[in-house]
């Protein structure tokens, strides 16, 4: 596949005409071709207007006709071949089996939400029999289901060039629950997102679904696009991944409209790892190998990095840390995503060591000078300074952590109760600890999404049951995921249908059931 550099509006291609934009290789500092320009606002109102008027068709689509676009969708990015993977790599100095797992966690994802589509149970089909004779009040023939909110806007994330950009999980959850979408492409994954952009165009032509079901625009740099998308009146609802500063003007954006709109935000997270005394007196060396590794994993640029290490002093603890100093200086400095991340994890690292409560442990191998590469670097601090520091509970991004000494059982748990939102937390431990973790769980329930026993949080596995989300600043709303089949909630609302006509009803809510989907009649659930 050819690219050209040009933005995606509906079935058109279409050359940008502000400024001049090119990928730039991190692994060699390199420009790419082609050369991109970014579009402007009449460029957001044209793929708008066409995903309003596409709203209505496509949410009507069959359950089986957006489920076979959805994989068709998948398998056209599959089908790219090394054209996807080798762009992916040059764009983001990722490794090919990096890539190549996000390709499939990518395609894998898109199944999944077609899946869900066909099966239909998103929908939450719910009858409420009528009751005439009931004293003293009838009750109405009352039915309910989900529908779409409407079109989507999904911003493109840095760390995730395929499985959080423009067919990611944002994009394949709200076309599966039937919002068109409008994609802006990440400045740093330009052709990975033409490519993937223009297989999406190509599986909404193929499924003769309305050309504005998919647009994806360029923004130029100073965030015109980018603002006027979440400030446009068809969007409905924006999908997130990125910086909490970032996340917190998009939420503000939305917030502040004339009809506000949900911004779905996941913006940062230090992801604790509690050190209980029998996990480390069982198995100190093997859980500070295991922490580095996946501290270090991906240059430490997983939303999911354990940043923050806690446990009791002790000789144990001291066995930890001894672990875990060697296993960072075996660590060799890896290429980052792109310049600016590379900045701000050199600023990050830098503020830490010239921070008087900290000290440096050790740190990997250094970097050539010229390298756009993350040095593994450990620090480390008493609880008393972590306690009155609120700084140290802000994501360094990229493979740097804090390990946290607490003199008393009493210091760690205010520890967990000092910290903030978080996507997940993790507890090492064995029998013995069970008293202690039992203290911990609730209040680790209050503070993340995901909380994980004896395991690294990094690898987040796509399912039924994954929860990617949590208290703020973790995400701009707790009660989703942004990964994993309940993402789909995030783009449906409920309606009630009260005594109406067979012939006007939805299709879940009839009383034969033609689509065949799992309902709760009168509060019991019944399957097909």
Same mark, same amino acid.
Request: with cysteine.
């Given at each position: ?38 579009? *402007? #606002?009449?460029?957001? @109102?044209? &793929?708008? =207007? +066409? !995903? /309003? ?6 949410? %009507? ?103 959080? *950009? #423009?067919?990611?999980? @944002?994009? &394949?959850? =709200? +076309? !599966? /629950? ?6 802006? %492409? ?343």
């Amino acid at each position: 596949m050819q690219l050209t550099g040009e933005m995606l509006i509906g079935a058109r291609a279409v050359p940008g005409m502000v400024g001049k934009l090119r990928a730039i290789n991190p692994s060699t500092g390199a420009e790419m071709e082609p050369a991109f320009s970014g579009g *402007s #606002v009449s460029d957001v @109102d044209a &793929a708008c =207007a +066409l !995903a /309003a008027a596409a709203f209505n068709t496509y949410r %009507a689509t069959s359950l089986e006709q957006r489920a076979q676009f959805l994989e068709a969708i998948a398998q056209g990015i599959v089908d790219l071949g090394d054209v996807l993977v080798e762009r992916v790599m040059a764009e983001s100095g990722l490794p090919r089996p990096r890539v190549e797992g996000e390709r499939a966690r990518t395609a894998g994802q898109l199944r999944l939400f077609a899946s869900l589509a066909r099966e239909g149970r998103f929908l939450s089909a719910t009858l409420d029999t009528p009751l005439p004779e009931r004293k003293p009040l009838p009750r109405a023939d009352l039915r309910a289901q989900k529908i779409p909110l409407g079109p989507v806007a999904v911003f493109g994330a840095s760390n995730f060039p395929l499985a959080f *950009s #423009v067919a990611g999980g @944002d994009t &394949a959850s =709200a +076309l !599966a /629950a039937g919002c068109p979408v409008v994609a802006k %492409a990440h400045p740093s994954h330009l052709g990975t997102s033409e490519l993937v952009g223009r297989v999406i165009q190509k599986a909404v032509a193929d499924s003769g679904l309305p050309e504005g079901v998919f647009s994806l625009l360029i923004d130029s740099g100073n965030n015109e696009v980018g603002t006027a998308l979440v400030q446009h009146p068809a969007i409905q609802a924006v999908g997130f991944t990125g910086s909490r500063r970032v996340g917190r003007i998009l939420v503000a954006l939305g917030a502040g409209r004339e009809v506000p709109i949900p911004v779905y935000a996941e913006m940062s997270s230090i992801n604790p790892v509690f050190l209980l005394p029998g996990a480390l007196k069982q198995r100190a060396e093997a859980i500070a190998q295991g922490f580095i590794d996946s501290l270090t994993m991906g240059t430490g640029q997983f939303c999911t990095k354990p940043g923050i290490v806690i446990g009791l002093a002790s000789p144990d603890f001291d066995r930890f840390r001894t672990a875990a100093q060697s296993a960072i200086e075996a660590k060799a400095a890896t290429t980052m995503l792109n310049t600016g991340i590379h900045r701000a994890y050199c600023h990050g690292t830098d503020e830490w060591s010239k921070d008087s409560g900290l000290q440096a442990l050790s740190s990997g191998a250094a970097p050539a000078p010229e390298a756009t590469a993350g040095q593994p670097k450990f620090f480390s601090t008493k609880a008393s300074y972590f306690l009155q520091s609120p700084h140290l509970l802000e994501e360094v991004f990229g493979p740097a952590g804090l390990l946290i000494e607490c003199s008393s059982t009493d210091e760690l748990v205010a520890v967990a109760n000092h910290l903030n939102g978080q996507l997940t937390a993790t507890l090492h431990l064995e029998a013995a600890d069970t008293a202690l973790a039992r203290t911990l769980v609730p209040i680790l329930e209050r503070k993340a999404g995901r909380i994980l026993v004896n395991g690294f949080p990094t690898g987040v596995e796509v399912s039924y049951a994954m929860v990617h989300g949590g208290p703020s600043p973790a995400t701009s709303d707790s009660r989703v995921t942004s990964v994993g089949a309940m993402a789909i909630e995030r783009f449906l609302r409920p309606v009630c249908y009260q005594d109406f006509p067979a012939s006007l009803l939805p299709e879940s809510l009839q009383d034969a059931n033609p689509l065949q989907v799992w309902r709760l009649v009168d509060g019991k659930l019944q399957q097909p």
